[in-house]
């Protein structure tokens, strides 16, 4: 055979390698595409799972007599505590809130009697209504309310909708935590059974220390958002605000969010009580915030870290959030920065490490 034919042949056999790699590529985009909802119903009972395992463990360890409390009986203790924590949320978060829209309602009319009052006396804004026919435009949308007010029927059915969809969500994300807290060590044993024995211990490093890096994200972030929580409450309580519990839940959440969630729920709770509080308490709320804030983020985080256990660039926690934002919503910027320290642990042990791992490394079941 002559070495222009090989040197085709071989061309095509990389022309079609080539082709067959771009169609499983696109094969996998489109199947990602159509089970995107799906994946990130797992990819929340994974997270779930990691978050709830330190509590479960530490049930069964508490167990009297010296024994171990059968795991499935943790994992429904666990269930029934986090529900009645969620219900007492529930009570205590939306009747303030509800209570406040009641309030702004009775208190409506006086407000545009007053701003009434204020624009017949006031000749600056005579002058704008003149020019820019301000009350003729109010008066036009005003008339149009009705017409909103009839689409009403859709939009609660809308609702309803979106309601049942998000509580399908739900009990299947809690199902499948069950599931993975009950025998997720066992998948991950089974799963890797039948890999040869370098690359089976090769998978279940990587699934140990990725699952250390998701559960020391989790614990870290919750314990802080939870004190952040108890501090907004600590303070608005001392000052008898009324809607303490409230907006130390969304302090908390926001909290969870990373980068600047404690931002935005630290001067949302600034702005309330500029409007519904006082100034005088708003700005020593103002410093109380910023201090324990730079407490946070400068003491407390690294040692809770232990020396950076989630070693994430700065830069590469902003690119991640804001990907995760787009792919997923809320859930995406919680799950992006684990994720990407978990793709670096990925990258270090298939790209940088030896065939043996990382010195001292010991594969070990995990979740």
Do not use: C
């Not at 704008?128 to 009350?135: E, R, S, V």
């Not at 017409?147 to 809690?174: D, K, P, Q």
């Not at 700065?314 to 919503?329: D, F, K, M, R, Y």
């Amino acid at each position: 055979m002559r070495a222009d034919q090989i040197q085709a042949r071989a061309v095509a056999k990389v022309v079609l390698v080539a082709l067959f790699w771009a169609a499983v590529a696109v094969v996998l985009a489109i199947a990602v595409l159509h089970t995107r909802t799906t994946l990130q119903w797992v990819a929340a009972g994974v997270f779930l799972t990691l978050a709830l395992d330190p509590a479960v463990g530490l049930i069964q360890r508490a167990w009297p007599g010296g024994g171990t409390m059968p795991r499935v009986l943790a994992i429904l203790l666990v269930y029934v505590v986090a529900r009645a924590v969620l219900i007492f949320l529930i009570l205590h978060v939306f009747p303030p809130i509800v209570h406040d829209i009641e309030g702004l309602a009775k208190k409506l009319p006086g407000y545009v009697h007053d701003f009434e009052n204020w624009a017949n006396n006031n000749q600056q804004f005579q002058d704008l209504n003149a020019k820019y026919h301000i009350t003729a435009k109010l008066s036009q949308e005003a008339a149009t309310l009705p017409s909103h007010l009839s689409s009403g029927a859709s939009t609660l059915g809308s609702f309803t909708v979106s309601l049942l969809e998000h509580l399908l969500a739900a009990i299947t994300v809690l199902t499948l935590t069950f599931f993975l807290l009950l025998d997720g060590r066992g998948m991950v044993q089974r799963g890797t059974g039948r890999l040869p024995g370098d690359h089976r211990d090769r998978a279940r490093r990587i699934a140990t220390r990725v699952a250390e890096v998701v559960k020391a994200y989790v614990s870290v972030n919750l314990v802080l958002a939870i004190a952040a929580g108890l501090l907004t409450w600590g303070f608005l309580q001392a000052e008898g605000f009324h809607l303490a519990v409230p907006l130390a839940v969304l302090v908390a959440f926001l909290d969870l969010i990373p980068l600047i969630g404690l931002t935005v729920g630290g001067f949302s709770v600034f702005l309330v009580l500029m409007i519904d509080g006082g100034p005088g308490d708003a700005i020593v709320w103002l410093v109380i915030f910023l201090v324990y804030q730079q407490l946070q983020d400068r003491i407390v985080q690294p040692l809770l870290y232990k020396g950076g256990a989630l070693k994430v660039n700065p830069a590469v926690a902003i690119v991640a959030v804001i990907v995760g934002a787009n792919l997923a919503g809320v859930l995406g910027a919680l799950l992006a920065i684990p994720a990407a320290a978990s793709l670096g642990v990925v990258i270090d042990e298939l790209v940088l490490s030896g065939p043996s791992g990382p010195a001292g490394a010991e594969p070990e079941p995990n979740q």
